[in-house]
Each structure stands twice: as C-alpha cells, then as structure tokens.
C-alpha cells in the first residue's frame, strides 16, 4: 500500500529536549516536504527537499533541521523544541514537485511543547 | 509574496443544501491550483487540481471547482452536500517555484 507514514503520532515534550519526527514514504517520490498546522493558519511549509542531499527552507523554518540522506526517509529535527512549536505536523511526499501534482500526506505528527 | 485566502473559515449548511467556498490568490503569473480537503482525524487528500485546460474542473464525490483568471479565484462548488462532506477544506496555489502555498481553511459542517 502507497503510504507517507510519520512517527511518532503524538508526542509531549519539554522546552529544549531535543526530538526527531520520522517520515517514510514508500513511493519512490522524488520530493517530500514537512508543513506545520495551526488553527486559523492553514499549512506552512517548513522544509523541503527535491531530491536527496537537497533540502531548501520553507515558510516557516526557523528552530527545525531536515536531512534527505536516503530518497525514502525525511526526518524532521527539533534541536531546542519551544512551546511555539506545539503544533500538528505533516510529511508529504509527491512524485516531482507540490506544483506539478498531488501531494501524499502523513497521518500527522501531534506535537506539544511544555 | 504570493497569498492564498479563503474567505470563509467556518460553513454550516443543512443535506442537499449547495456549497460554494471562495479562494482568492494574488499571484499574477501562471498558476497551479488545487483544492485538498481534510476529514476529521484524518490527513489531507487532493479533491481536485487545475493546470490548464477548460476553466471548470471536476473532482472527486462531486465536486467542482472553477478557475476565473480575471478574478484570480478558484471556488469550490458541490450542488448537494452530504453530512460525509463534513471536513476542513483547503484551496492551494503554486506559482513557477517549487512551493505550494496554503489557505487557511474552511470548517464545513453538514448537518443531517
């Protein structure tokens, strides 16, 4: 079955605990992206990657870390987590690109900083 | 920078009662557009994209959307909803970057 899969689904933590956010996506889609959802905000991009060893900033990326080491994995990295960081994440993944065609999502990442 | 903006952020209609939600962009190149619509507890998933072509597109579970260059819009149309359609629905844009621009949401609650 094509899925994006993100671990873990829920997550509490304290300020400036570091944690990692793990996506895998099955694929074999070039491009994989992380968004942040808050309410009243919509989705924002935090970072992106176009191809692996290739990552660029996003909206949003202030205080997370991406690698693109391998094609099928994007983890997202909270060096320092601070409670504006709280937070509901999705990894998503796409053939070429999010402007040329459809976007796989994540089941989403539920993220609170204490 | 470009801006995507859904005017209504919260709709409540009644079974079989139309729906139309508005999206506005601000870019005035050429343009991607998609709507993704997001059931409760559930992930994103694409309803429908335009990328050129005829001006109407349909989607899927009967819904529609409408590109209209001279207003820069592409709403959202279904002419009977249903209490399944109940959902947070997002219209997206992408310009010649590699980036997907995001509203902020609208909450449809069907009421059965």
């Known amino acids: 079955e094509a899925q994006v899969t993100q671990n873990p689904r829920y997550l509490i933590t304290v300020t400036g605990k570091k944690l990692t956010v793990t996506c895998s996506q099955n694929?074999?889609?070039?491009?994989m992206s992380w968004y942040r959802q808050d309410p009243g905000l919509g989705l924002r991009q935090i970072y992106y990657?176009?191809?692996?060893?290739?990552?660029d900033k996003g909206d949003v990326p202030e205080g997370y870390k991406v690698s693109r080491k391998e094609k099928r994995n994007f983890p997202l990295i909270l060096e320092s987590p601070s409670p504006n960081q709280t937070s509901l994440y999705f990894c998503?993944?796409?053939?070429?690109?999010?402007?040329?065609?459809?976007?796989?999502f994540g089941e989403g990442s539920r993220l609170t900083v204490l | 920078a470009q801006s995507v903006s859904q005017h209504n952020h919260h709709v409540i209609l009644s079974e079989a009662a139309s729906l139309e939600l508005g999206c506005n962009y601000s870019?005035?190149?050429?343009?991607?557009l998609f709507w993704y619509v997001q059931y409760p507890g559930q992930h994103l998933q694409l309803l429908l994209k335009?990328?050129?072509?005829?001006?109407l597109v349909k989607g899927i579970k009967g819904f529609e959307a409408e590109f209209i260059k001279s207003k820069f819009s592409f709403n959202l149309r279904k002419p009977s909803v249903q209490w399944s359609d109940t959902a947070e629905y997002f219209c997206?844009?992408?310009?010649?970057?590699?980036?997907?621009?995001f509203g902020s949401g609208t909450r449809l609650l069907v009421r059965p």
């Open positions: 998503a993944s796409s053939k070429q690109g999010a402007h040329t065609g459809e976007l796989f």
């Open positions: 694929m074999n889609h070039e491009y």
């Open positions: 990657s176009m191809n692996v060893e290739v990552t």
């Open positions: 870019y005035g190149g050429t343009v991607n």
């Open positions: 335009y990328f050129s072509g005829d001006p």
């Open positions: 997206a844009v992408a310009d010649s970057s590699y980036k997907l621009i």
